[in-house]
């Protein structure tokens, strides 16, 4: 199976700064779009930012100019540096890719378990 793990939430005051990393492992043979998304207390689910193999990104209007979207394709990882935080940013970050096992199967989409990052005043 693939798994998604990530790493680097937790409480930072505002105005800090933050990096999230999310590392997918399992049986894999290419990552397509790779992307992160967030979840406060009692909202939907949004995009933060997305990232295609090539290097496209794409940002929540939100986000934009704060926060870079990167990845390793050498190690199957995509990351968030996250500056100039806010207290509205609070949320759990969820790691999302698109991932083709093999040669011969379609993309299939997967997710992380969400890490809590958490912006005080």
């Known amino acids: 199976q693939v798994q998604l793990m990530e790493s680097g939430g937790g409480l930072v005051q505002a105005g800090g700064s933050l990096r999230l990393s999310c590392l997918a492992s399992?049986?894999?043979?290419?990552?397509?779009?790779m992307g992160w998304y967030r979840q406060a207390p009692g909202k939907q689910r949004e995009l933060v930012a997305t990232?295609?193999?090539?290097?496209?990104?794409n940002y929540a209007d939100s986000v934009k100019g704060r926060f870079v979207i990167s990845r390793d394709n050498a190690k199957n990882t995509v990351y968030l540096q996250m500056n100039s935080l806010k207290p509205e940013d609070t949320a759990v970050y969820y790691c999302?890719?698109?991932?083709?096992?093999?040669?011969?199967?379609?993309?299939?989409?997967?997710w992380g378990q969400g890490t809590q990052v958490t912006v005080s005043s």
């Open positions: 399992g049986r894999i043979f290419s990552i397509d779009v």
């Open positions: 990232i295609t193999t090539g290097g496209n990104t």
């Open positions: 999302n890719a698109d991932v083709r096992v093999d040669l011969y199967s379609p993309l299939i989409n997967y």
